[in-house]
Each structure stands twice: as structure tokens, then as C-alpha cells.
């Protein structure tokens, strides 16, 4: 396999994984809560 095909596949990967890390990081943001509200757990020093 020539030298150019192997350095395009490696840009092609990284930026394959590039978009990736933004659809993530989007999508984390996205679904955070207001400060104050966390999802599944009791208030601190509630009785379950």
C-alpha cells in the first residue's frame, strides 16, 4: 500500500472521529440540567 494511501486513510480516521467528538460534546450539553436539579438522586440528606 503506497505511503499516500496510508496517510489519507489516517486524516479520513481522525477526522471520522473528529465529527464524532462534536455529535458527543453537542449532545452532552444539550442534556444537561439547571444547576440544582440532578437527575435520579434524592436530595442531599433526604430519607429513602
Do not use: F, K
Request: proline residues 10%.
Amino acid at each position: 500500500m503506497p505511503a499516500t494511501a496510508v496517510l489519507i486513510g489516517a486524516v479520513l480516521a481522525l477526522a471520522g472521529l473528529g465529527i464524532l467528538t462534536l455529535c458527543s460534546v453537542r449532545s452532552i450539553t444539550r442534556r444537561r440540567l439547571p444547576p440544582g436539579q440532578a437527575q435520579g438522586c434524592p436530595p442531599h440528606g433526604a430519607r429513602v
